[in-house]
């Protein structure tokens, strides 16, 4: 098995190399993304491997059908940036259903309470020996209520953490799961009656914007908003606008962006800050961003390497596609 490793950082290599060599199968290492002009790297390769910036559009997979290659093999779980009408019936896509849910839940977490507790402007004070507290002050979490926009895998862990910390749980999910204990509301309920909103259903055609004016203006005035789930789950310029109010949002922590592709993941701190609505989002003292890490832990990046073998290896073998998206 040849496979096309597009996107590849450091941290890739450490855990695909050893086991790509245990399973037989050569990895070509590919820095740059998957995209009309790199599509040509991978002639004579079996599968591509990408994650979740790669452009993997119908001209893309036309492509990567004519050169032969079987199979997409993601790094990932979310599949919204792979065009799967195009790739029906031309190319297998296998994604990682599941790899660490409790590491994004966690650091949903970790982002709540860095936003509220002001961690990321304490820890820049304090290094300057500015001990003041003018402007660091949080809320209790306890006894408040937390709003669940998706009840899958990281959703569940999210509530089993916050439930920890002594939060009332609201769910939104637009197929509940009859056999968890949460109380479901529907989504202008869970707005208006939550003091926590943490995003964790995918981006679809339904879910795109589904924070947006109408329903930030369903809030609760002092609001904390967490999303690690997809960028376009939020109408940024929305966000902004209600931000600038200063009214609804006590904080916000986005680790993941709407325009995220070329810009997260990449050192651009020697570059010209093209992208005015991520600068403006950054400028508020209350937001909080981070490059898309949720999922980055040891435990949850050894599993995707696991997974993505052995979804190659199922393909090689002629077995059932088990984690093939349809
Ligand atoms: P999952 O598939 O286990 O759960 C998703 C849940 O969302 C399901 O319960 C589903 O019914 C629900 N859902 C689907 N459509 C919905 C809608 N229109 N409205 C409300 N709920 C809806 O997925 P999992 O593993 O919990 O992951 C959730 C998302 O987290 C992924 O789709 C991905 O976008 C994101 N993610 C982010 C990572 C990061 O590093 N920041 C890492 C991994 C996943």
Known sequence: MKIAFYGTKPYD?????????????????????????????????????????DQVTKPIIEKLHDLRVKAILLRSAG??????????????????????????????????????RRLHRAYVRTREFNMKLDGLM????????????????????????LRGMGM????????????????????????AGSDVITLHCPLTKETHHIINKKTIAQMKKGVYLVNTSRGALVDSQAL???????????GVA???YEEEDGIFYEDCSDDIVRDDVLARLMSFPNVLITSHQGYFTKEAMKAIALVTLE?????EEGMELINEVK
């Open 168 to 191: 009332e749980i609201l769910a939104y999910d637009l197929y509940p799961n009859p056999d968890l204990d949460v109380k479901y509301v529907d989504l202008a309920d869970l707005m």
């Open 138 to 161: 949080g809320t209790d979490l306890h006894g408040k209520t937390a709003g669940v926009i998706g009840t899958g895998r990281i959703g569940q862990a999210m509530i089993r953490i």
């Open 254 to 256: 986005l680790d993941v």
């Open 79 to 116: 599949y919204n940036h792979v065009d799967m009408k195009a790739a029906r019936g031309k190319i297998h896509v296998l994604r990682v259903p599941s790899y660490s849910p409790e590491a994004v839940a966690e650091f949903a977490t970790a982002a709540l309470l860095s936003v509220n």
């Open 311 to 315: 979804n190659a290896k199922m393909l």
């Open 13 to 53: 290599r450490l855990w695909f190399e050893p086991l790509a060599k245990e399973y037989g199968y050569r990895i070509f290492f590919i820095e740059n993304l998957l995209n009309e002009d790199t599509v040509v790297m991978a002639k004579n390769c079996d599968a591509v491997c990408v994650f979740v910036n």
């Open 240 to 250: 902004i606008e209600a931000l600038k109010q200063n009214e609804t949002f006590l």
